[in-house]
């Protein structure tokens, strides 16, 4: 079977925005910081909003933020 996952660089665009806290995305976006960390870890997808507004904040294609990686299967 094969799975997919979304990975993410919020950590790094955090990072180059003067080192922003996930408390301060996370009110920038709108959401709770536990969810800030729970996206950021890769144990939560974003909805396609959240995923847009954390984007917006960091004033980057979304592209730039998320990546989808698809595991086909081998056979």
Request: hydrophobic share 40%; net charge negative.
């Amino acid at each position: 079977m094969a799975g997919n996952h979304i990975q993410n660089n919020i950590r790094r665009q955090r990072f180059m925005m003067n080192e922003m806290t996930q408390q301060a995305l996370a009110e920038r976006v709108g959401v709770t910081r536990q969810t800030v960390m729970a996206i950021e870890g890769g144990k939560y997808s974003p909805s396609l909003e959240v995923a847009f507004r954390i984007a917006e904040v960091f004033e980057i294609p979304l592209e730039e933020v998320f990546q989808y990686q698809s595991e086909k299967p081998v056979g």
